[in-house]
């Protein structure tokens, strides 16, 4: 658990200090020292008197009573230093830097985790091990550089990995990004990415806590406390974009060989990020791209206006914007004709607005005035300017630092000439801007921003299912896949409409319940599970006397019990499912059937429980959604109903969570309705 | 024409050369002097007598023979000043850097085609108006900073906008990439990115010339001069990386309202840029990492080793790598043991090769051995090494620069930490290396190199087809739509199986036509454009009874004149195609038919003429590939045969290039036949 001794320990003791820089513990020193800390701090090192200046003791017992413990020691050393620390100093929050534990093997793997309830035991905090460490305002307790300067306005940064926390940060101040508090934890034996974003959630301060914050993640520990805090943050007016690395097989592996962590699918990640109204990241220079648009004022619309003074990044970038469904949009009109006498001939105000090389700071700021106030059809400006060499493009930086902050829409600066106009670019990035060097970066990060989703409301209201049959349902049926009898109830109690079923054993039986059935119908086996597979379904059955013939072929198939009849209807194939992976949520899919679903992949996931806009989108992303809508001369299918039918399979998961798998596939949808005509439901 | 005036002058005249650097004129003469030109220097300047130390004539009249001219006068007086330079003074080479020509409008336009044939008279080589400039080894002909050091070595880049091209350059620099020579076209009133292409294809040299060319386009004036002579380079050994800017719709507008170029889709550059084997690039970043790439030695499989003491970035990079089709190949065996056994403890070799924070510069050198020597599954490796602050990493670097001059396998820096081993790196990059600091951008980058196709054979083998017949009809034909019987004698005479058809217009005739066709049949009515519109096409029709129904109702749709009979084929809808955009060789599309088409816009191109290998590709391509296999229990279709349709296609218009428009939609396909159903040709 995060605490105050954590954030602003009023006391920090670093074991295993050392006057040698380049090592850990007395890197570690050294940062905090010219981090100027502000309280007591001690350091115990046996073979030193004074570490850096810093009174050291000779063993952990001699120290004063200490809020923070940063170890530096081989992990064997680590526990019963802690304990001592723990028990007799009174120190509530404990930093390990020290590698050597879970990451390399069960034994690492225990000891960490005795650590952690020894630091549970007094109700303390612990970051790591095996990890870079922590910064805040209050002390710089990482043992690498670069340690940038703490800005309450730049980014939270937390991160799974140390050296990739090191490398955003890195890669982050080259372009202007800053950051502020930063936290590395390593193997996570007590706390993790989750919990630290539980903490910033439960003290948030829209006033005084930085609003932007970036995660790294190989692993998802706690996918519910991450959608809950994630998202009530954001709703609270942060900012969250993150890194969730290991989202092929081959990057899975990468990641569990380095850490031991369990593989999320990438597609339920998604569909978490998306829930909560994380901007979903595959890079640092996407992280930081987020980041920077993140810096600047929201974008409420799509309609952006490209300034330039150099047409071909204009086409590039309104290539990107175009491809991410954004827009930039012709514009025209007297004020357009008014804005062009201000500029130089042959400039073009259409969109892009195009100055030419030899356009001027003045010209600059009437374009930006226009946009504005004038153009009611442009939601943001992308100003690209860089500099030939032939003049300074101070004052055009200038001109455009004052317009980043007096503008209401957002400004978005692409500064290309990182060579020529080196200088200009550094002032203008120490006004605490940032820079975009490449446009098509810009407009991938913009659209990337822009088409993630609001965080969903906590309250989901789900269509009322019949929860009380659906327990008894569940609580009388053993592990694996329920019966057909079963499924028919589960399928009545959701309210989700299916197909008339005749099962029975004997031609007779059939005939006499399919009465005034109409043709044709289709049979299928009943007994073997995978029926396709058996030759077991059989379409097209026109006449009785077929429907003889097939139950007789039907039954002499392997395990062979009987013999389901059904209407044969006609109308789009759709697909509804669930998954379950440990930890998250249900995941439901939906989707058309047919070759949608067994070519192409073109399934749409959300995380359980799924509202009626989620459901709605999740339909429309999918590419086969024109055959929903009605396409070729065929009438679609009811979409509402289709939306429904997702929003009760949520809410049958949410009353029965030991549903493990469940495939509704396909249902047959037409304007009229949409059934269910085979259904197959495991419970774990 | 480019001359050797233009690469090697032995004297250059600047006219409009100021003593003020910041005008274009006078930084022109700067870069000029300070670049050692060796030649002879002189300028036109009225109202002075020495410009920057360099004799000064008062008029163009004056000065002595001077093989290149470069103006930087207003357009107005360009015009008579290239007139008596070319026939008076026997210059041969022009560049014009002043604006105000077609990019202004059509009096500029007039005056810049003029200007042209000014110089097509005395067989010159005009560059601009409305660039940069040039640079080569000889000269630093540009107005603009940064003027990159010539290097044989580095990149030649050939840009239609002279802004991108200094941003290019300037992003280039801050990675390593070195240039050569650089080519503005601007408006290229006499020549363009293509004629430069064609000089430098045509006095190609392996040993002496830059192997890496960059391109930047706007507009493709020439696609197939662009075609043979890139396809032809990079077949003697060069390797090319282009932008094709307005790529969608929005790009396009605003790359026409900038330049006034025509667009061409982005479907048929693509179809183009594969075809020559260069590599599709969408931004500067891209353009610039791929060339890093080329930098490289070739990568000639998919197994890539990422080595790295930092597991965040091995894990973004193997999914990267595996997203672009490329493998991060488990590494094990008695060797992978060995390799261990010189790492520290907690170190993983199966791939990632992850030697811990801690590894050395020694083990990174074991590490490379092992996999140029010992591990056969691995073509390439990618080495992520950065410094976390503790120690100096200039050995480690020296290590790897020593091995990438040494391995036959290719090796991929990624130095990350852009901060903290500035110095390093930058010591790295003296040496002539580039460096990737970003690993996504790298593995993207490596994955769009690998997955360009070689450029084609000049020697496509067309199905052999009846050209005398197809000549006859189409030279018979009027424009516009052929009619239902011209159709059939063209898919007949390019051996494309069609459907057998009875068109009559009277019942009895189509009785007796008839025969035995076995039944089911389809009908549609003959005479209006869209059959299905009107609702003209009936399916399953079974007996003799209603055909004769359907006949009359057929012949009751506005303008119909017959109606058609065909049998009606079972199987999977197949689709194939031909466009064609002005000075491309035809577009060949193919695709399955039906929703893929229509639904799913899932569509592969080619350009004809299409070799055997081309159109097996494009038909793997397709999203729907799964269904001409064979899937969902569904008999696929004979892939041979589909392919042999397209280059019968292909063969087809490559003998009748006035097709303009052609569609066989659906073909219908099993395993033993394809055969056209329906069938439209356009002649243009």
Redesign the interface.
Known sequence: MINKQLLKPKSIVIIGASNDT???GG?MLKNIISGSFKGELSVVNPKEEKVQGIKSYSEVKEISQTELAILAIPAKYCAGTIKILAEEKNTKAFIIIS??FG??GETGKQLEQEIAQTVEGVGGCLIGPNC?GVITENYKGV????VPKFNPQGCDLI??????A??I???G??LGVSFANVFSVGNGAQTSVEDILEYMDNHFNLETDPLIKLL?L?TISNPKKLLKHASSLIKKGAKIAA?K???????S???T???GAIASSDMTVRALFNKAGIVYC?????LLSVASIFNYKKLEGKNIA?IT????????L??????GGL??P?ISGPDAEKLKSFLY??S?V???I?F??TGTAEQLGIIIDYCEHKFENIDAMAVVF??????DVENVYNVLSVKLEICKKPIFPVL?????AQREIQSFLRKGHINF?????LGKALSQVFNTPEPISEEISLPKIDIEKIRSIIENASEGYLNAAQTEKLLDAAGIPRVIEIVENSKEAIHSKMGSMDFPVVMKVVGPLHK?DAKGVVLNITSKEEVSETFDLLMKIDSATAVMVQPQLAGLELFVGVTKEPGFNHTILCGLG??FI???NDVAAGLSPISKDEAQKMVQSL??Y??IQG???QEGVDENQFVEIIQRLSALVEAAPEITEMDLNPLIGTQRAITAVDARVRIG
Chains 1, 2 share one sequence.
């Open positions: 380049k090592k850990p890197n590698a050597g990451e390399a870079i043992f690498t550089a670069p991160s799974g990995s140390g050296a990739t090191v490398f940060m890195e890669a101040m080259a790294y190989e890194i690395a290991g989202s092929t097989a081959e990057g592996r990468a990641a060989s380095h850490t595959s890079s640092r220079e996407e490209i003074h150099a047409g071909g990044s204009a086409v590039m309104a290539d990107e914007l175009s491809k827009k930039v012709e001939p042959g073009s259409s969109n892009p195009d030419l090389a860089g500099s030939p060499g032939l003049f290309p000439s990182v060579v020529n060097p490449d446009e098509v970066v396709s047919g070759i067994e070519v192409l590419r086969g024109k055959l396409a070729r001369g």
